[in-house]
């Protein structure tokens, strides 16, 4: 199983950037995708995630509203576009999939996900 993130870069305060992650050697329609987020000396934090139909998305409470997770099970693909980017949200965006469909507690714990991406690299310039 790989995860391959892409679309991390420099924006300034305020604009937009579209993560996405590719998934493969494995169908991953029923499970729950997720995103995560980790800067330098801090644990990895929960950002959003997606149950398998995508009719539940779930988002931490500092990128409600900003943020949007959505996905392609055609193409096993999870996105999730950032609006309104701030400084603070700086940070190495990774990708997870779990192998249950989680619920929205769950789904918040990183110790529920089984497969993880290599990170992308999301820098938001004051």
């Known amino acids: 199983v790989q995860l391959v993130e892409s679309g991390g870069g420099l924006v300034q305060a305020g604009g937009s950037l579209r993560l996405s992650c590719a998934a493969s050697g494995h169908t991953f329609s029923s499970y729950t995708m997720g995103w995560f987020r980790q800067t330098p000396g801090k644990d990895q934090e929960f950002v959003a995630a997606?149950?398998?139909?995508?009719?539940?998305?779930y988002y931490a409470d500092s990128v409600k509203g900003r943020f949007t997770i959505s996905r392609d099970n055609a193409k096993n693909t999870v996105y999730l576009q950032m609006n309104s980017l701030k400084p603070e949200d700086t940070a190495l965006y990774y990708c997870?999939?779990?192998?249950?469909?989680?619920?929205?507690?769950?789904?918040?714990?990183?110790?529920?996900?089984?497969?993880w991406g290599q990170g992308t690299q999301v820098t938001v310039s004051s």
């Open positions: 997606i149950s398998w139909s995508g009719s539940s998305p």
């Open positions: 997870a999939v779990s192998s249950t469909n989680l619920g929205s507690f769950w789904s918040r714990s990183r110790a529920r996900y089984d497969y």
